[in-house]
């Protein structure tokens, strides 16, 4: 009979808390047993949330013994003639989201999958009740699922996985699943063989069936018994089954699979989870879904008359947009009027130091600039990783390349914001001594993306020249001689960072106070943001609460910095703003320019500025010592003496009360 605990082999089933799995822990389980099992990993009244979803469709159908009409009748031993089997899962409760695009599962099958694809999809989502009086089904593998293909990498060489291509698979217990009802049971180790002799479909040849191969008995299984909410892994190569259920009840499971994002899934999730049910679904898992590319063409669709990324058709259908007419008690200003309106923009930069900006000419340049950059963000780390800071030609080396771990608040040290970002400036040859010629040089680019560096930088060229546009009106609005702001940005430390935020779904409840940007000022002049999604906030000084910034569509948003601030002896603004981290599974995109002083220039507050009677608030910097002070902070590196006293007297103060110097 089947011994619950281990097989003849000495093989048993690793088990894993939702405490102690890690993808590498459990990636190591499925390399040497092709099976774990992670207890509990979704909290109970989660399960109850998504049986109850389920519920009403699955209740609805009928069993092939009391007259479904189900496909492939003629493998009634596999399927089940007691079996319940229900696809569209996710359009049906949405909730399951939590299991298909769960951290540690995606972390696991993704490791797996590596060597095989650049990215892995939702293969199938399966429900499945066993009835009372199923009997055992026939031991397997899924090697129906994927044609038989000579895949790379092989056997011996680095990341070979038994059987990987084929996929993994992740099985959910929505019941306990025991001894008696139907747990599923399994031959650990049988992965790593190339020989078995079984089959659900494949139709072999005479010849094929002649051949001497490995015949698993029931004697190797071991039960895969499992509590409720818990998850079991395999890769497809593990002989399994379900065994027969001889209670009274039902024993429910979900079974979500994931396969290279380059093959024909198993089930066409494109029609079970069609468009406007996918839109309201988180974008990771729509992602998973299918709604998405594997490298540069796969999956493509026709939309805004190019061939494109479906996520962009998928907008269309998309509820959020409705969010985007919601827009901050913001001052709407347009490039075309900029100077005529001075009045409005003095009045705006000395309130609040933040407006949006219409008209700008720039939306396809930057919305193409979006996309290559999310075929960026959408790549793994190890790729990203080779783009890296470390990797950077230019000082302070954070100023270029892939930034994974920052915080912009030197009171929140330790604290990471959530978010990661790819850095960039105005593409210049390699200095002879980069530290000499701080923030000036090359861009990092991923050999991986080609089109990403024209398509980021020809967005950047143009943000830089409406940068200097909005930096004359700002001239012409305090009435100071014109050239007073433009002159000494001629040769400017310019920084542009694509920024991407993300909320894993169904892992641990981010802390209330997590981030996506922690509360900080921008360094320099003038600050252009083009963001996809909500969570930028700005601080309302004299209230002090958070005012939503939300996209508004065809805007930029422009903000002052803290030379701003001081070169108009505070009149203008340099407003404290934060970003709160996306919804779990959604993403968010900015992209932020900012344009700032040359590094030699000496910013000193102007007499323009100055009424009689009124103190000068600021001394006289030099717009480079300022910039790498701020970036001292913001790459986490030990402020020494020197600059935590500069640190001390340039960039808090002008948060709190003003400096003395007159
Ligand atoms: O993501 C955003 O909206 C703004 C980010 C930001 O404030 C910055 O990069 O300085
Ligand atoms: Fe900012």
Redesign the pocket.
Same mark, same amino acid.
């Given at each position: 009979m089947l011994k619950p605990m281990a097989s003849r082999w000495g093989k048993t089933i690793p088990r894993f808390s939702a405490a102690n799995a890690t993808p590498g822990k459990v990636m190591e389980a499925l390399r040497v047993q092709g099976c774990a099992i992670i207890e509990r990993l979704i909290p109970e009244p989660r399960v109850t949330q998504i049986s109850a979803e389920l519920e009403p469709h699955v209740a609805s159908r009928l069993l092939p013994a009391d007259g479904a009409d189900v496909m492939l009748r003629e493998h009634a031993d596999f399927m089940g003639n007691r079996t319940k089997r229900m696809l569209g899962v996710l359009a049906k409760s949405p909730t399951m989201s939590e299991m298909a695009a769960h951290p540690l599962v995606l972390g696991v099958a993704d490791a797996l999958l590596a060597p095989y694809c650049e990215r892995i999809q939702l293969h199938i989502g399966m429900f499945r009740r066993l009835c009372p009086g199923e009997g055992m089904q026939l031991l397997h593998q899924d090697r129906h699922s994927v044609p038989a293909m000579e895949l790379k990498p092989a056997r011996g060489e680095p990341g070979y996985f038994p059987g990987a291509q084929w996929g993994v698979a992740a099985l959910w217990a929505l019941s306990d699943c025991t001894a008696q009802n139907g747990a599923t049971r399994l031959i650990p180790g049988s992965h790593l063989r190339s020989d078995v002799n079984l089959d659900m479909t494949l139709k072999r040849t005479e010849a094929q069936e002649q051949e001497v191969g490995w015949t698993p008995s029931e004697e190797d299984c071991i039960l895969a018994t499992m509590p409720r909410g818990s998850v079991l892994l395999y890769p497809s190569a593990t002989v399994r089954g379900a065994s027969a259920n001889q209670t009274e009840s039902v024993r429910d499971v979900c079974l979500f699979a994931y396969s290279p994002a380059w093959v024909r899934q198993e089930e066409n999730l494109f029609l079970t989870t069609p468009p406007k049910v996918a839109a309201k679904l988180p974008q990771v898992v729509q992602e998973l879904l299918g709604y998405s590319l594997h490298g540069q063409v796969l999956g493509m669709v026709d939309v805004n008359g190019d061939m494109g990324d479906p996520q962009d058709l998928l907008k269309e259908f998309s509820p959020s947009t409705a969010t985007f007419a919601k827009r901050a008690a913001l001052p709407v200003l347009s490039r075309q009027t900029l100077s005529a309106n001075a009045e409005l923009l003095r009045s705006t930069c000395e309130h609040i130091g933040f407006f949006y900006l219409v008209d700008h000419g720039l939306e396809e340049k930057l919305l193409r600039a979006q996309n290559a950059l999310r075929k960026f963000f959408l790549q793994r780390d190890e790729v990203k990783a080779k783009v890296g800071t470390s990797t950077s030609r230019v000082f302070p080396q954070h100023s270029r390349g892939w930034v994974a771990n920052e915080t912009l608040d030197p009171s929140r040290q330790g604290v990471l914001d959530l978010k990661e970002s790819l850095e960039v400036g105005l593409e210049r040859p390699e200095e002879e001594d980069p530290q000499k010629r701080p923030f000036r040089g090359p861009n990092n680019w991923p050999s991986e993306l080609p089109e990403l560096k024209e398509e980021f930088m020809a967005a950047v060229n143009a943000l830089h020249e409406l940068s200097l546009e909005v930096a004359s009106a700002l001239e012409v609005c305090l009435e100071v001689e014109p050239g007073t702001f433009v002159k000494k940005c001629d040769d400017p430390m310019v920084l542009c960072?694509g920024?991407h935020y993300y909320t894993p779904l169904g892992g641990d409840t981010p802390d209330e106070a997590a981030l #996506? =940007?922690s509360a900080?000022t921008?360094y320099g002049l003038i600050?252009l943001?083009h963001?996809t999604a909500k #969570?930028?906030q700005v601080l309302h000084a004299e209230d002090n609460v958070w005012m939503d910034v939300d996209p508004l569509p065809g805007s930029l948003v422009v903000n002052l910095g803290d030379l701003m601030q001081r070169w108009t002896n505070g009149r203008f603004k340099s407003t404290v703003?934060r970003?709160l981290p996306p919804e779990p599974g959604q993403r968010r995109q =900015?992209i932020?320019f900012f344009l700032d002083a040359n590094f030699d220039a000496v910013i000193e507050p102007l007499p323009r500025c100055i009424p009689p009677g009124e103190a000068l608030k600021y001394p006289a910097i030099q717009a480079g010592q300022h910039k790498l002070a701020k970036f001292k902070v913001q790459s986490g590196s030990e402020l020494d003496d020197q600059s935590a006293e500069f640190f001390r007297r340039t960039v808090e103060a002008p948060k709190g009360a003003s400096v003395g110097g007159a």
């Amino acid at each position: 009979m089947l011994k619950p605990m281990a097989s003849r082999w000495g093989k048993t089933i690793p088990r894993f808390s939702a405490a102690n799995a890690t993808p590498g822990k459990v990636m190591e389980a499925l390399r040497v047993q092709g099976c774990a099992i992670i207890e509990r990993l979704i909290p109970e009244p989660r399960v109850t949330q998504i049986s109850a979803e389920l519920e009403p469709h699955v209740a609805s159908r009928l069993l092939p013994a009391d007259g479904a009409d189900v496909m492939l009748r003629e493998h009634a031993d596999f399927m089940g003639n007691r079996t319940k089997r229900m696809l569209g899962v996710l359009a049906k409760s949405p909730t399951m989201s939590e299991m298909a695009a769960h951290p540690l599962v995606l972390g696991v099958a993704d490791a797996l999958l590596a060597p095989y694809c650049e990215r892995i999809q939702l293969h199938i989502g399966m429900f499945r009740r066993l009835c009372p009086g199923e009997g055992m089904q026939l031991l397997h593998q899924d090697r129906h699922s994927v044609p038989a293909m000579e895949l790379k990498p092989a056997r011996g060489e680095p990341g070979y996985f038994p059987g990987a291509q084929w996929g993994v698979a992740a099985l959910w217990a929505l019941s306990d699943c025991t001894a008696q009802n139907g747990a599923t049971r399994l031959i650990p180790g049988s992965h790593l063989r190339s020989d078995v002799n079984l089959d659900m479909t494949l139709k072999r040849t005479e010849a094929q069936e002649q051949e001497v191969g490995w015949t698993p008995s029931e004697e190797d299984c071991i039960l895969a018994t499992m509590p409720r909410g818990s998850v079991l892994l395999y890769p497809s190569a593990t002989v399994r089954g379900a065994s027969a259920n001889q209670t009274e009840s039902v024993r429910d499971v979900c079974l979500f699979a994931y396969s290279p994002a380059w093959v024909r899934q198993e089930e066409n999730l494109f029609l079970t989870t069609p468009p406007k049910v996918a839109a309201k679904l988180p974008q990771v898992v729509q992602e998973l879904l299918g709604y998405s590319l594997h490298g540069q063409v796969l999956g493509m669709v026709d939309v805004n008359g190019d061939m494109g990324d479906p996520q962009d058709l998928l907008k269309e259908f998309s509820p959020s947009t409705a969010t985007f007419a919601k827009r901050a008690a913001l001052p709407v200003l347009s490039r075309q009027t900029l100077s005529a309106n001075a009045e409005l923009l003095r009045s705006t930069c000395e309130h609040i130091g933040f407006f949006y900006l219409v008209d700008h000419g720039l939306e396809e340049k930057l919305l193409r600039a979006q996309n290559a950059l999310r075929k960026f963000f959408l790549q793994r780390d190890e790729v990203k990783a080779k783009v890296g800071t470390s990797t950077s030609r230019v000082f302070p080396q954070h100023s270029r390349g892939w930034v994974a771990n920052e915080t912009l608040d030197p009171s929140r040290q330790g604290v990471l914001d959530l978010k990661e970002s790819l850095e960039v400036g105005l593409e210049r040859p390699e200095e002879e001594d980069p530290q000499k010629r701080p923030f000036r040089g090359p861009n990092n680019w991923p050999s991986e993306l080609p089109e990403l560096k024209e398509e980021f930088m020809a967005a950047v060229n143009a943000l830089h020249e409406l940068s200097l546009e909005v930096a004359s009106a700002l001239e012409v609005c305090l009435e100071v001689e014109p050239g007073t702001f433009v002159k000494k940005c001629d040769d400017p430390m310019v920084l542009c960072r694509g920024l991407h935020y993300y909320t894993p779904l169904g892992g641990d409840t981010p802390d209330e106070a997590a981030l #996506g =940007c922690s509360a900080h000022t921008d360094y320099g002049l003038i600050s252009l943001l083009h963001q996809t999604a909500k #969570g930028l906030q700005v601080l309302h000084a004299e209230d002090n609460v958070w005012m939503d910034v939300d996209p508004l569509p065809g805007s930029l948003v422009v903000n002052l910095g803290d030379l701003m601030q001081r070169w108009t002896n505070g009149r203008f603004k340099s407003t404290v703003h934060r970003v709160l981290p996306p919804e779990p599974g959604q993403r968010r995109q =900015c992209i932020s320019f900012f344009l700032d002083a040359n590094f030699d220039a000496v910013i000193e507050p102007l007499p323009r500025c100055i009424p009689p009677g009124e103190a000068l608030k600021y001394p006289a910097i030099q717009a480079g010592q300022h910039k790498l002070a701020k970036f001292k902070v913001q790459s986490g590196s030990e402020l020494d003496d020197q600059s935590a006293e500069f640190f001390r007297r340039t960039v808090e103060a002008p948060k709190g009360a003003s400096v003395g110097g007159a």
